[in-house]
């Protein structure tokens, strides 16, 4: 499984989620709040399987090095946001606020993995090392769902 295409169908996924939620307004408490824990799920499990599996090996490589600890630093701020968006009523005029630039970062931080990270990623690693990192990103990530299903 190629990790790259993996990482894409995450960010496909998180970008459906933003449109559904970019249609509700402040009456659509139940929504919005359904639509946000699913993001957020969505959101963390992808920054720990990115931190933990993929950042990892791509900060030892020349040609990623330095967006990789962009993307460090960026996650960080998507962490940030999620919490504060959690603690903010979704009926409000700051909660629609706070998620827009939420989705303003991840639309950059996408548009940086998929743009240079990964195009950079692809001429270090092997096809070998990709598939590798890909089928465990896969495993992590089914590990994490699994164990959000199990807490809940």
């Keep these: 499984m190629n990790a790259f295409e993996l990482l894409k169908q ?3 996924k998180v970008e459906e989620i933003f449109s559904q939620l970019e249609t509700t307004t402040e009456r659509g408490v139940k ?5 946000f824990t699913k993001l957020k799920q969505e959101l963390d499990i992808h920054a720990h399987i990115e931190e933990t599996i993929l950042y990892p090996v791509l900060k030892q490589q020349a040609e990623t090095r330095e967006v990789t600890f962009e993307g460090y630093e960026e996650h960080a701020v998507v962490k940030d946001l999620l919490r504060d968006l959690a603690a903010t009523p979704v009926d409000t005029e700051e909660w629609t606020a706070k998620l827009k630039v939420l989705q303003e970062n991840v639309e950059h931080h996408v548009e940086e993995e998929e743009g240079e990270m990964f195009k950079d990623a692809q001429k270090a690693l092997s096809t070998e090392e990709i598939n590798s990192l890909g089928e465990r990103l896969d495993a992590e990530k089914q590990a994490q769902k699994r164990s959000l299903t199990a807490g809940a």
Excluded: G, I, K
Aim: glycine share 0%.
């Design 31 to 35: 929504t919005r709040e359904e639509l």
């Design 10 to 12: 995450d960010h496909r």
